[in-house]
C-alpha cells in the first residue's frame, strides 16, 4: 500500500491558495473599479485607512501598506484633488500635516461600503454559517502573520 505524500500534497494545497488569492485580487481590483470608477483599489484602501484612524500621517499609510512613498504621494493628491481628502496641521506638532477624509470622502465611503457589503453578502449568502466563521478566522490568522513578515 502506497504511503501519502503529504509534502506533495501541501505543496499543491499552498499553490491552489496562491492561484487563489491572486484570482481574489484581481476580483477585487474589478469590483472596486465597479463600486467607484474614479477610486482604484489603492485610493478606496487609502481613504479607508485615514477614516478608520481618523487621520493619519502620508508616511504612515506608506509604512501600513508597505507603499513606497512617491506612490503614497500621488494616490494622497489624487485623493486631494478629487476633494475627498484634505491635510490639516497636527495640533500637537506643527510641523506634521495629518490627511483626513473630507465629507465627500466619507460620503463615497458610506456608498462604497453598502455596494460592498451586497457584494459580499450575495457571494456568500449560500455558506453555512459555521464556514464563514470559519473562512473569516482564516483570513485573520493569515493576515496577522503577513503583518509579522519583515517588509510587510
Known sequence: ??????????EAAVET????????????????ARMHPELS???YSLLAHLDERGGCRATDLAAH?????STVSRQVAALQRAGLVIRRVDPDDHRVQVLHPTEAGADVLRQVTVNRRQIFGD?????PEEDL???????V???HASQEEPGS
Do not use: C, G
Open 123 to 127: 457571494r456568500l449568502a449560500d455558506w
Open 41 to 43: 483599489l489603492v485610493s
Open 141 to 143: 490568522r493569515y493576515n
Open 17 to 32: 491558495i496562491q492561484r487563489e488569492l491572486t484570482s481574489f485580487a484581481r476580483r477585487a481590483r474589478a469590483t472596486a
Open 1 to 10: 500500500m502506497a504511503q501519502p505524500d503529504h509534502a506533495a500534497d501541501r
Open 65 to 69: 501598506y508597505a507603499l513606497d512613498k
Open 133 to 139: 466563521e470559519r473562512f473569516a478566522d482564516y483570513l
